[in-house]
């Protein structure tokens, strides 16, 4: 009976460990640093302009100077980098806040407009 047992308990340990989630499922997902998101951020210029015109210069189409972009990573960090992030684009006293999710490994992003 106590040999029985113990292989019982030796399967569910097994399975046990067969069925938890690694944390290389999460590892699969594009993740950045928060500065490469706010470079990528003020490199977006055509995304910028539509989600607010006063950010670029008409003149230049360009995003104005002293524009600054910080961003902040939402849940939990991996190695310092992030899926998604919050980020605040400031000109002057006019604030942008966005959603910026990363899409590829090679930068790509979605950004979502929450308020300006």
């Known amino acids: 009976m106590a040999v029985a047992t113990i292989v019982v308990a030796a399967l569910v340990a097994v399975a046990l460990v067969a069925v938890a989630p690694s944390s290389a499922s999460s590892s699969k997902l594009a993740r950045q640093t928060k500065r490469q998101a706010e ?25 104005k100077s002293n524009t600054h972009a910080v961003c902040s990573g939402i849940g939990t960090p ?11 684009v400031t000109y002057r006293s006019d604030r942008l806040i966005v959603s910026y999710t990363v899409l590829g490994r090679y930068g790509g992003a979605t950004l979502r407009k929450i308020v300006s």
């Not at 989600?51 to 230049?60: C, E, K, V």
């Not at 991996?78 to 605040?88: A, D, E, K, P, S």
């Open 39 to 63: 470079i990528g951020l003020l490199r977006a210029v055509r995304v910028l302009g539509k989600l607010d015109p006063g950010l670029i210069d008409r003149r230049t189409r360009l995003v």
């Open 78 to 88: 991996m190695h310092g980098t992030f899926h998604r992030l919050r980020c605040v």
